[in-house]
Structure formats: C-alpha cells, structure tokens
T-cell receptor, first 114, second 113 residues
Framework: NAGVTQTPKFRVLKTGQSMTLLCAQD?????MYWYRQDPGMGLRLIHYSVGEGTTAKGEVPDGYNVSRLKKQNFLLGLESAAPSQTSVYFC?????????????FGPGTRLTVT | QQQVKQSPQSLIVQKGGISIINCAYE??????FPWYQQFPGKGPALLIA?????SEKKEGRFTISFNKSAKQFSLHIMDSQPGDSATYFCAASRAFGNEKLTFGTGTRLTIIP
C-alpha cells in the first residue's frame, strides 16, 4: 500500500498563475482533508470531504477550490496564486469507522508563489 | 481563533531526560486528543491519542496526561533520545460526527547528547 500520495512534491508559481494539487489514497477512506502548514501556525484545514462528490470549507478556504470526483482522489486548486499561498500543503485521509480516528498524511507539497 | 494552544514553541532536552509539551483547549465538545509527530520533510504521523474517559495513557516512552476540568493535556517523553527530535503537534476534535482536527501550533523538540 502506498498510503497517501501527493503530486507534485515541489512547485514554483508566479502570482496569478493557477495550479492543481493531486492527492490520492489507496486505503478506501471516506474522509479526505487538505491542510496548509506555515511556520508558527501549525496545520490549518483548508477544505475537507466526507465522501465522493462532497466537499466542505475548513478554517482557511479563501483562494482555494477542491473536488472529490473519485473516492480515492482529492484535488486542491489555486485559481490565481498569491504570495500569501506560499506554504507546505498536506493531504490526509481517515476512515469513517467508529473507533478509527487516525488521519494519515501524505508527504506534502512545497509551493512557492513569487 | 485558536482553539488549541500549545507550548513551548521549541524545547531542548538532554538525552535521557524527560520532554514535556503542554496543550490547552477551549471547546468542551472536544473528546479526542491525539499527538502527531513530524520529521523534517515528512507528513505528520499519529504518535498517541487519548479520549477523556481516562486521565492518562502510556505507550512505551510516550505518555499523555489529561486534565478534563482544566481543559489541558500534555505529552511526556521519558528517556528522550536523539531520534525523538521532531516537531510535535497536539490536536483535538469531536470523535463522532465531526472528524475535523484542530491542531496546536507545534513544538520543535531537539534532544542533545
């Protein structure tokens, strides 16, 4: 099992450019999440999904869009990148089963917006 | 609005010593409290977690102490080793019906020989 994978690992964008980050999980998890990690601010939830075809806003959703067309994939889009979106982005997934609360994280995508 | 406050921001402990990281939460609906460990260049990984029906949980050298009345919980690492050097995040959520984790700001732990 690969667990949670993220593509790409690194990316540099110019202000105003767009891009999509791809997250894939092979654990058949219902829940998927996108976080951003910034120094001194911990991990902040951007958007999340409780199942295929559903998405919801997290703590810091502005400037991002997401889609969950397939259960195993969760896409994060930046339509018009801004320097404030320079960050490390983590995807995570978890099971819906009661008693199984662990979130499994991917290796991260380091994004720089110049 | 930060619902989970974590301290200290950084911590240096000598090998063999005890590392202690503290967290405080505000939302009384939280009933699941995990600690995640993150090594440089990697994603966080679950280290240990506790539900509020117990005041302490121990797994090897790692112990969570939980104080429901004070709305505080802490991570204790006994006999700290250089391999424990990492960033540690506390988090909190409701166990059922709302799986969104609220994370603390992280503690960078360095174990020196």
């Amino acid at each position: 099992n690969a667990g949670v994978t993220q593509t790409p690992k690194f990316r540099v964008l110019k202000t105003g450019q767009s891009m999509t980050l791809l997250c894939a999980q092979d654990m058949n998890h219902e829940y998927m999440y996108w976080y951003r990690q910034d120094p001194g601010m911990g991990l902040r939830l951007i958007h999340y999904s409780v199942g295929e075809g559903t998405t919801a806003k997290g703590e810091v959703p502005d400037g991002y869009n997401v889609s969950r067309l397939k259960k195993q994939n969760f896409l994060l889009g930046l339509e018009s990148a801004a320097p404030s979106q320079t960050s490390v982005y983590f995807c995570a997934s978890s099971s819906r089963d009661r008693g199984s609360y662990e979130q499994y994280f991917g290796p991260g995508t380091r994004l720089t917006v110049t | 609005q930060q619902q989970v406050k974590q301290s200290p921001q950084s911590l240096i402990v000598q090998k063999g010593g005890i590392s202690i990281i503290n967290c405080a939460y505000e939302n009384t609906a939280f009933d699941y409290f995990p600690w995640y460990q993150q090594f440089p260049g990697k994603g966080p990984a679950l280290l240990i977690a506790i539900r509020p029906d117990v005041s302490e949980k121990k797994e090897g050298r790692f112990t969570i102490s939980f104080n429901k009345s004070a709305k505080q919980f802490s991570l204790h690492i006994m006999d700290s080793q250089p391999g424990d050097s990492a960033t540690y995040f506390c988090a909190a959520s409701r166990a059922f019906g709302n799986e969104k984790l609220t994370f603390g700001t992280g503690t960078r732990l360095t174990i020196i020989p």
